[in-house]
């Protein structure tokens, strides 16, 4: 089992800046992708960005990739979300996720295994 706890959420004012981050313990050799995605309510889960941890590559969103970047520290098993000039529209959860190994699109849900809890990010004016 693969653990991943998601942290540096909280609310920010229009415009502002966050950083999130994710820990992943427990089984993690063999973890082939790692990525957020995130949910407003009463919206369906959405990708953001994924890292690919053989290598590196990253794959952000196409709608959001002028405003975010996504890092990762392969040692530590930790993965990294900033985000900037963020509006009202980024409200919402964020969560981490992984895979194993998969033939799927990665920018979508369906090939994660595992699941943080997620961290709420609230953006107001």
């Known amino acids: 089992q693969v653990q991943l706890v998601e942290s540096g959420g909280g609310s920010v004012q229009t415009g502002g800046s966050l950083r999130l981050s994710c820990a992943a313990s427990?089984?993690?050799?063999?973890?082939?992708?790692l990525g957020w995605f995130r949910q407003s309510p009463g919206k369906e889960r959405e990708f953001v960005g994924a890292?690919?941890?053989?290598?590196?590559?990253?794959f952000l969103s196409e709608s959001m990739k002028d405003l975010i970047s996504v890092s990762r520290d392969a040692l530590r098993y930790m993965l990294f979300l900033e985000m900037n000039s963020l509006n009202r529209e980024d409200t919402a959860r964020y969560y981490c996720?992984?895979?194993?190994?998969?033939?799927?699109?990665?920018?979508?849900?369906?090939?994660?295994?595992?699941w943080g809890r997620g961290t709420q990010v609230t953006v107001s004016s």
């Open positions: 996720a992984a895979l194993r190994c998969t033939r799927e699109d990665i920018t979508t849900e369906k090939p994660y295994t595992y």
């Open positions: 427990g089984r993690t050799v063999g973890l082939y992708v």
């Open positions: 890292a690919r941890w053989s290598d590196g590559s990253i």
